[in-house]
């Protein structure tokens, strides 16, 4: 049955015929496995072309909650797949501030009133998903320590650990950009490639790996974190402490402080877009240098692991092609062509989502349940924002 719901979650639907072969087992077997999930209603199947029927991981019971922390806001979402309903709630930080990133308090009060606005109780969930916005080391579950500054309130505090304590249900926590990145592999812009490059590009860079279904995380949680690659070690200096890293020439900021020379006065990423679209040539111009300095390092990075499929999300992919043709040719420069024929380079298709379903995913993946395809309800989001009132 493992073998079964492996295979159904890496391939997505599948006849029969395809799981007996992957799994090994007999079509007999196969059949009787499908069955006894259908009948607890962790699959279905689905007729095709009218003769033929796909098995499918369907969700039908249960609830996930998944949460993002992030520096400048807190996010929850309960999914209630026994009712098909999405939940959300948001908080926001001032920047700079000692709020920033919440703290477990918080999160646990969040968490609690989703549960009782959706007419659940705690005991309802099947997990609960951390995406945090910062590598959390593998062996303490913490915050690394060269992000702590931007998350004050969960220095030292093993964040998984310290809310299943308080909730009494399991938890899970990763990082967000992995998690993003598994989100996309299970559902998106990489699903179904065997290696998956994921690259979040919104006010700093984060990355994930997929490697055979499964996020890689290496020694402390810092594998795939491609914005900290250095590209020019005598660059700008990072908040990580390296010099030249990736984020220090594509992320929000730096993307506007290269701009303050031409006085457009621009102060989101999404205005410099915008205005690139319109033809703006200063804009049009960093854009097309944050496509450049990707490619590298993304030829940098094929030329290790072979990704089929690479992907770029948050704000900087909204650019699209004004983002992307310099990406691409820039990554063929470096002989990337040679190395990996095949890969290609597409904008990720899950939005500013990624990391909340991504924690989904990953509650099913550790609770051996999925959905072979995302239900339209759990992409509605129904946002109620309040201020942080403390
Ligand atoms: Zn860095």
Redesign the pocket.
Known sequence: MRRVLESLRLHGPSSQAALARRTELSRATVNSIVKSLREEGIAETRPVNGREFLVALVSRQGAVMSVQVNVTSLRASLFDFGTHARHDASVTFQEDTEEEGGDPELVVDMVRTLVSRAGLLSTDLAGVAVAVQAPLARATGTVTSWARLQLPAWRDIPVAESLQETLGVPVWAENDANLAALAEWTWGSGQGAADFLYAMCSAKVGGGLVIDGRIYRGGDGLAGEIG?MVLEPEGPV?F?G?RG?L?TFVSERSLLHALKSSGGGHTTLHQVIDSARRGDPACRRVLYEAGRHLGRAFANTAKLMAPSVVAVGGTLSKAGPLLFDSLVSSAEVQSLKVASPDIRFVPAALGDDAALLGGVAMVFAETGTGASALPAWALRQQTIQKPNSR
Do not use: L
């Open positions: 900290h990072c990580c390296s890293c984020t």
